[in-house]
């Protein structure tokens, strides 16, 4: 179970699992949304399910459109890639399904009933540190009763290109090139722009360090989600 086929961590991640318990299992995947690996999950499954409107994420949602998919197959367990794939998990617990969930992400940055409910009936937790592991205990303390896993996830293999285009370089790799040629200090930030990627602390160190500093230091934010509308954007911000 993934949330959407993008070629950012959680997915890459998914699909790393996925190659490897291809090699000797039937893999059966099912993704909340779109993305550009799609195709490589398929190439990797005996079926795929997915994706789902962003208004069709309730479980009483996915429970329908999963309904073929139960009907037709008994499964000995499912692996629940990432909290945002939660919605899954009560499918799952219905159906007597046991449930891996990998939890990525730190609890604190998660809606706090939907993941409770999620922990409950999950039927094993995995975390990649102890870190995420006590911001999870700290909104749902249960979990301390609970034998929980810690593991590291380690290095992951990158898909390929499946394009003989090349790709577009963005504006923002220009400009850092420009800073770098000119003897500037970059510090980059990745990923969406959103809450739990601490785009605050990126704009909060960015001002300090330019108090400090002034021109010397460039901060530089490549991600969606900036732009309005659902448009992928570019945050920058030069200290």
Known sequence: MIHETSRTGAPILGWNIAERLAACNNVFTITLGSGPLTQDFRALSVEMYGPFETD?????DIEYGLKRLFER????YAIINSCESRPVIECCAKRLIPTLMLMHEFGTYVPVDSLR???DMASEMVFPAEVVAQSSYEVHSPLRNRCVRILPQGLCAIPSLKTNIPAEVPSSVNTM?????DGKFIVLG?????FRKAVDVFLTTAMAVRQKVGDRVKFVWVGRGYRHQGRAGILRLFA
């Open 117 to 119: 409910r999620a922990f």
């Open 190 to 194: 990745a990923g969406s722009v959103d």
């Open 177 to 181: 090139l420009l800073y770098h040629n």
């Open 73 to 76: 197959h008994c499964f000995k």
């Open 56 to 60: 069709r994420l309730h479980p009483i």
